[in-house]
């Protein structure tokens, strides 16, 4: 309190009131969609990777991804082991690409080792043969060849490491599958798998497949059905930091080059 002959007391400063930015909009990229890759890819791209980022498809396939992107907007290196680069031994040099997409094949039905208990060929058949010569080494739960799966997308995630930059995109395509009476959540296996070797979740995806899948031969139904499979988004923790610490921040400019 004042005492007679104090100035009075000022009055104390109104607060400043705190201003919300941003806009109301309905008008966002979601996390879960009925369709296919191709209409999806563009998006996932578009929230996380500039225009001109130098990126890497290491498992390009019939490029059915990059159909709805628009031209030019990003500098896209394609490979694939059907056209002689495997996405365990990539030609880039150290920290040279900004993002990284790999989409390998994901089922192991496609590798069992009896020809008439074996899924489809085409896309696939470079990993079987590769698998059925030994490259595959039995897993925890005796999933020798779900292991097989995993460990194509493992030793591909460390490869991506080594060519991508600090911070960088790696964009992941897996579906998770039933394999010899095990639930092989695949997506939770790469995320846990690959935040061991430094990379941070920032993103996740779900596609539906907008029709209902075909059962040939149905004796007992055990678990659902699958119609659904996911991209991924991850970053690349720089060497040093604390992958359970890394935050999200704006997607990273590309390097000039
Ligand atoms: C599911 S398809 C990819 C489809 C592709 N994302 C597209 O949009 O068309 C899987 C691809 O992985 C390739 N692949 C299998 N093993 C590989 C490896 N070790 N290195 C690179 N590519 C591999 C196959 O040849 C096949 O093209």
């Known amino acids: 309190m004042s005492e007679a002959g104090d100035a009075p007391a000022a009055p104390p400063a109104p607060r400043k009131r705190r ?23 563009p998006q996932i791209l578009a929230l996380h990777v500039p225009a001109g980022s130098l990126v890497a498809d290491v498992t390009f396939g019939q490029g059915v991804f990059w159909r709805e992107v628009p031209p030019g907007r990003y500098r896209l290196l394609a490979s694939d082991l059907a056209t002689g680069t495997d996405c365990r031994a990539l030609p880039h040099a150290d920290a040279s690409l900004d993002a990284l997409v790999l989409d390998p094949p994901y089922m192991e039905g496609l590798l069992r080792p009896k020809p008439e208990t074996r899924g489809g060929l085409g896309s696939h058949a470079a990993l079987r043969r590769y698998y059925d010569a030994g ?19 493992l030793d591909a995630a460390r490869e991506a490491r080594r060519v991508l930059r600090d911070h960088g995109i790696l964009i992941v ?8 009476n095990r639930q092989e959540l695949t997506h939770v ?7 061991a070797l430094g990379f941070y979740a920032r993103d996740l995806f779900v596609l539906m497949r907008p029709n209902r899948p075909g059962i040939a031969r149905l004796l007992r139904q055990v678990h659902a059905r699958k119609n659904h499979s996911y991209f991924l988004v991850f970053q690349k923790v720089p060497a040093g930091q604390e992958v359970a610490r890394y935050r999200s921040r704006g997607p990273v400019p590309p390097r000039a080059g």
């Open 135 to 153: 490259g595959g080494r039995a897993g925890p739960g005796g999933g020798r060849w779900h292991q097989a799966v995993l460990d194509l997308y």
């Open 173 to 180: 395509k897996c579906q998770d599958e039933v394999s010899a």
């Open 19 to 41: 201003v919300q930015g941003g806009l109301a909009t309905a008008d966002v990229v979601l996390s879960a969609h009925a369709g296919g890759n191709a209409a999806l890819f």
């Open 189 to 195: 296996q790469i995320v846990t798998g690959l935040a």
